[in-house]
Structure formats: C-alpha cells, structure tokens
C-alpha cells in the first residue's frame, strides 16, 4: 500500500511540473512554444538515431 501512495505522489508531482512548463510557455509567447517543439522533436530524432545507429 505504501509503495502505491509514493507511485501516486511521484505521479502527481511530474504531473503538475508538466502542467506548471506548459503554462509558462504559454506566458512566454506562440514563438518559445514553437521553438521548444521543435527542439524536443530533435532530440527525439537524435536519441532515436543514435539507438539505431549501435545495431
């Protein structure tokens, strides 16, 4: 029981800091949140170029 209160806890917490990044690029404008994605996309890009180029 305890082990699930701590899953819910941690859950919760990367739950509203996700929330809280969201809301401050909303305040910083559409062209931080434009760049944000696409940088994000590029590092998924990257991470998943890189898994496959160790095969």
């Known amino acids: 029981m305890k082990k699930i209160n701590l899953l819910l806890i941690a859950l919760a917490m990367v739950a509203f800091s996700g929330c809280s990044v969201i809301g401050d690029i909303f ?23 890189a898994f496959r180029g160790r095969s």
Do not use: D, H
């Open 27 to 49: 305040k910083a404008g559409a062209a931080v949140g434009i760049i944000a994605v696409i940088i994000v996309i590029l590092l998924i890009i990257w991470i998943i170029s």
